[in-house]
């Protein structure tokens, strides 16, 4: 039971540190505490090889999406320095890998509610972010800006579990 505590209130800590240090102009500190969450995450966790391949996929799933999102010019992100998803955001999805098959692990056969909760959870994070602290502006309007971000996250997350299963999988055969 701890570790699900654990890991439920590392990643909020790690998320407001995030979005108020990028706000503040501080883009290094979420990204430093999200590395503090992972060394320790890394040092309970029952699966951190596991948790590595599945940390490196969505941080490169979040390469790809914030970078779209950015580049299309519906998101503006704080403390960026360059067309790219700023090191703050991907440092958000790598610990928010780190929830998917812990606490979030009821997901994880259920890709339809993955995709009903990235749908809705995905905008309530980036507009939390917007208001709070100013971390994410929305250029082209809030509302076109939200809907990007939902439709990115209904498919984001289910992806990542279906990704999960494939490289357990893959693990499997290998060693058979």
């Known amino acids: 039971m701890w570790w699900i505590v654990f890991n439920v209130l590392g990643f909020q800590a790690v998320w407001w540190v995030c979005v108020l240090g990028a706000g503040a102009g501080w883009g290094w500190a979420g ?9 320790m995450h890394l040092r309970w966790t029952p699966t951190p090889a596991r948790d590595v391949r ?3 996929a969505a941080v490169a799933l979040g390469l790809v999406v914030d970078g779209l999102l950015g580049a299309s010019g519906l998101l503006a992100y704080a403390a960026a320095t360059g067309p ?3 090191a703050w955001i991907l440092a958000l999805w790598a610990g928010f890998a780190l929830t998917l098959t812990h606490s979030m692990a009821f997901f994880a056969r259920r890709p339809l509610a993955a995709a009903v909760f990235g749908l809705l959870g995905g905008p309530l994070a980036y507009a939390g972010a917007a208001a709070v602290a100013g971390a994410v502006t929305f250029p082209a309007g809030s509302v ?3 809907a990007a971000v939902a439709v990115g996250w209904a498919i984001a997350l289910p992806s990542l579990y279906a990704l999960d299963r494939r490289m357990a999988a893959a693990r499997r055969e290998s060693f058979a």
């Open 31 to 39: 990204p430093l505490a999200v590395a503090a969450f992972v060394a």
């Open 54 to 56: 599945l940390l490196a």
């Open 144 to 146: 076109p800006a939200l």
């Open 84 to 86: 790219l998803a700023p």
